[in-house]
């Protein structure tokens, strides 16, 4: 609509009609001239998922990037947005770390999809706030919660609640925050095991729990939660928050969750039982992983990362609660006076859901529309496969470090995705070598992503055993990975244990 039909058709709303300012807005003046941007862009960005292994898994930013962003200077007026695009395709896009590359096996990072992508492009069209009231985007967000739910086997009625939030940190404060509501005015202890994720400590920390509080039991052999230790180190004179882990994220070990969840039901009033399903959770979308995670479905409080194995783009994670109404009452406030809730219109008092009674944010993006579209096009059926085939290909490299033992080390039983290991030169290497190992084998790790070979990242196994960790969460990699990987992994060893520094150990 041109300026002057809107101040012709309106004209009780136009300005003095001497202000000679012209009114300003974001859109362009010529709408196709941006849809062709939006098109080549489109294209773009599909050329450069489909040429992902053509590329580098990650490249370093070079010292003139670098400058190029430093000295940019705060923009005061604006210029074409083809030249803004141009630049941003130049400076950002290949220097990323690479995690939605096949050959990326780092920290616990999702690939991401293509459909993940278009997803995001309608969100930020539609850039609704989804923090409640009448619009779709709530609708769409109660369903996909009522599919995780029955995903993870949680009652799908009203009475448990969720949220989509960022991850699992977020996820994590609000499972905390919902428990000490249970308990209120009574001391709170947390249990967990020494691999659980540093998350916690942080959640605890933020909460004002004092570390005190935070009880840490050892892990037995399978590197799980001593469940026995656990039991004679609780006190049931204060309340417990019990945390088990469906996935640690050092090796991937699952705790005993049904042992957990008998333990919390035994003193339902004082125990609650958490479970920390970042990683391993949605893999319950494979009927032959399933039972790793028996007992998380009993869990109070389940926080997991879609993010992640799920393959929707970052953020995306969720917290289910069992006591919905426990849920709200954690969070939600008498709304301020320009919250106030009306008998209809955009935000009803009645018959709507306003997930910012839900979480820690009021201002929320729209994560449903992207799990919406990401598990309707791909099916859980599919995900479930694709885990599968995560977790075969992690065991095939587990086996093959074992026939390489002979100069590789297998630094932990990998029974989900999680390879943890070590270059070791020679069986036979004394404990005395432990130092330079350590060192070897953490230049070992950088040359593989300087290389652009591969990304693992590194994992200290006991006091101070350096080892890689190698984590597959990637619908991209393929089985052949793993044996090209490991020759590489060999022949960078070779090269460096033939360097000054370390042909000492060659020589042992
Ligand atoms: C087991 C585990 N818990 C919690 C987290 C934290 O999740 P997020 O990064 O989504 O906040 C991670 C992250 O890797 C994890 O592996």
């Not at 996909?144 to 969720?162: A, H, N, Q």
């Not at 008998?343 to 919406?372: C, M």
């Not at 059926?381 to 297998?410: K, P, T």
């Not at 070992?444 to 196994?461: N, T």
Request: charged share 20%; net charge negative; aromatic share 8%.
């Amino acid at each position: 609509m041109k300026l002057w039909s809107f101040r012709i058709e309106f004209s009780c709303f136009s300005s003095n009609d001497n202000d000679p300012k012209e009114e300003v807005s974001l859109d362009p003046s010529d709408w196709n001239d941006t849809r062709y941007l939006g098109h080549q862009i489109m294209d773009d960005m599909m050329d450069y998922l489909r040429d992902l292994r053509q590329r580098p898994t990650w490249r370093p930013i070079p010292p003139k990037i670098k400058e190029i962003i430093a000295t940019s200077v705060l923009p005061l007026h604006g210029q074409s947005p083809w030249e803004v695009y141009d630049e941003i395709r130049s400076i950002a896009l290949p220097y990323v770390v690479g995690n939605i590359h096949p050959h990326y096996w780092g920290y616990v990072q999702g690939s991401g999809s293509p459909i993940g992508v278009l997803a995001e492009f309608i969100t930020g069209t539609m850039n609704t706030m989804s923090w409640g009231g009448h619009q779709a985007s709530i609708y769409l967000e109660c369903q996909v919660l009522s599919w995780l739910k029955e995903l993870m086997g949680f009652p799908t009625d009203e009475t448990s609640s969720g949220v989509l939030v960022s991850g699992t940190s977020v996820a994590t404060i609000i499972a905390l925050a919902v428990a000490r509501n249970k308990f209120h005015n009574r001391t709170m202890k947390i249990y967990c095991s020494n691999e659980v994720h540093s998350c916690l400590a942080r959640a605890v920390d933020l909460l004002g729990i004092t570390r005190t509080n935070l009880i840490v039991i050892p892990t037995n052999s399978q590197r799980q939660i001593d469940v026995e230790v656990l039991k004679t180190s609780i006190d049931l004179n204060s309340c417990g928050f019990i945390v088990g882990s469906a996935g640690t994220v050092g090796t991937g070990a699952i705790d005993d969750l049904e042992g957990l969840a008998d333990l919390c039901a035994s003193h339902p009033e004082n125990l609650w039982f958490h479970v920390d399903g970042a990683i391993g959770a949605v893999a319950r979308c494979s009927t032959r992983l399933r039972p790793l995670f028996t007992g998380l479905e009993r869990a109070d409080s389940l926080a997991f990362d879609l993010h992640k194995w799920l393959f929707v783009p970052y953020e995306c994670g969720c917290i289910l609660i069992r006591d919905g109404q426990l849920h709200r009452s954690t969070f939600a406030q008498p709304p301020a006076s320009y919250l106030t809730l009306l008998d209809g219109g955009i935000t009803p008092s009645h018959g709507e859901v306003y997930f910012s009674d839900y979480g820690l944010e009021l201002s929320r993006n729209t994560k449903a529309i992207k799990v919406w579209m990401t598990l309707k096009t791909y099916g859980i059926e599919r995900f479930g496969r694709i885990m599968e085939q995560n977790v075969d290909q992690a065991l095939y490299f587990a086996r093959l470090i074992e026939q390489n033992s002979n100069e590789l080390e297998l630094m932990a039983k990998t029974t989900l995705n999680i390879v943890c290991f070590r270059y070791i030169v020679h069986r036979s290497n004394s404990i005395d070598q432990q130092p330079m190992l350590n060192e070897l084998n953490k230049r070992l790790l950088v040359l593989i992503q300087e290389r652009g070979i591969a990304v693992v990242s590194p994992f200290v196994v006991g006091t101070n055993t350096f080892a890689l960790r190698m984590c597959i969460t990637n619908h991209r990699t393929k089985l052949s990975n793993m044996d090209t990987f490991l020759q590489q992994v060999i022949k960078l060893a070779h090269e460096l244990v033939n360097t000054p520094e370390f042909i000492m150990l060659n020589k042992i």
